[in-house]
């Protein structure tokens, strides 16, 4: 069983984001990037996959620039086997990214789909969803369990105040949540034999896949500056502080 698994290169979870004066968008300029962090845990949920003998091979895509290779490399790094660019220095939207991967799986052909539930850069949380709904799949989104079972999955989800699991009839698509596993490093040993493994490079052109974007950007804005906090003398001059400015009680 193939299991074909998504990696995104974003801004890097610790980087402190800055907004472009502009407003047009995120200072991308000596920002440090890195795999999205949900996209590590897919990459660990496959590779645990093929230790248990349930897959055969891990392949890692990932749409973006040139540099967008290293992600794949560190996906290869943690024991992918190899890996799938997709090359283009546009923005593609999820809708463009879910058309690009569709049309891999039908050269590929795998029995198991892996994205993470959301990418931290645009937070779309819309992949996975269209790529399913554009192959006609079966989903679990937001899985904190999966088990494969002859031609089903069961797919434990976290939802609102508890877990859902269903039962899916394979193929399907899985997105990550952040309780499904704990990824692993890369060993410098595996960092160095991940240099040898192949990554195939594409165009949309080549997969005659349309990415125009279909959104306009009106603004990007940096979140309002919290206020210093004040020390209160006394409970009582807290509730009336709470009460009488902040308004909460
Ligand atoms: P999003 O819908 O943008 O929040 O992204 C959800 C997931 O889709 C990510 O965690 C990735 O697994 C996958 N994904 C989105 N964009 C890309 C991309 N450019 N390259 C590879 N995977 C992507």
Do not use: C, H
Not at 181 to 188: D, F, G, I, T
């Amino acid at each position: 069983m193939k299991v074909l698994v998504a990696v995104k290169r974003v801004v890097d979870y610790n980087v402190k984001i800055r907004v472009k004066a502009d407003q047009t968008g995120v200072d991308l300029a000596n920002v440090k990037m890195s795999m999205n962090p949900f996209d590590e845990i897919a990459i660990e949920e496959a590779l645990r996959l093929r230790e248990a003998g349930t897959a055969t091979e891990v392949i890692a895509l990932s749409v973006g620039p040139q540099a967008a290779q290293e992600t794949i490399r560190t996906a290869l790094a943690m024991g992918a086997d190899r890996g799938i660019l997709i090359k283009t220095d546009q923005e593609v939207e999820p809708l463009g990214v879910a058309k690009l991967m569709k049309a891999v799986i039908s050269e590929e052909a795998p029995d198991l789909v892996i994205v993470g539930k959301q990418a931290i850069d645009d937070d779309s949380n819309q992949t996975g969803q269209m790529l399913a709904a554009l192959l006609g799949w079966a989903q679990g989104t937001f899985a904190s369990a999966v088990n494969l079972e002859g031609g089903t999955a069961k797919v434990t989800r976290e939802i609102d105040g508890g877990l859902q699991t269903l039962d899916l009839k394979m193929p399907i698509v899985v997105t990550t949540d952040l309780r499904l596993n704990e990824p692993r490093y890369a060993s410098l040993p595996n960092i160095m034999k991940a240099k040898k493994k192949p990554i195939d490079e594409k165009t949309p052109e080549e997969l005659g896949v349309d990415i125009a974007p279909r959104l306009t950007t009106l603004k990007v804005v940096a979140p309002e500056k919290r206020q210093a906090g004040v020390m209160v003398e006394s409970v009582a001059e807290l509730v009336d502080k709470l009460k009488n400015e902040a308004g909460v009680i």
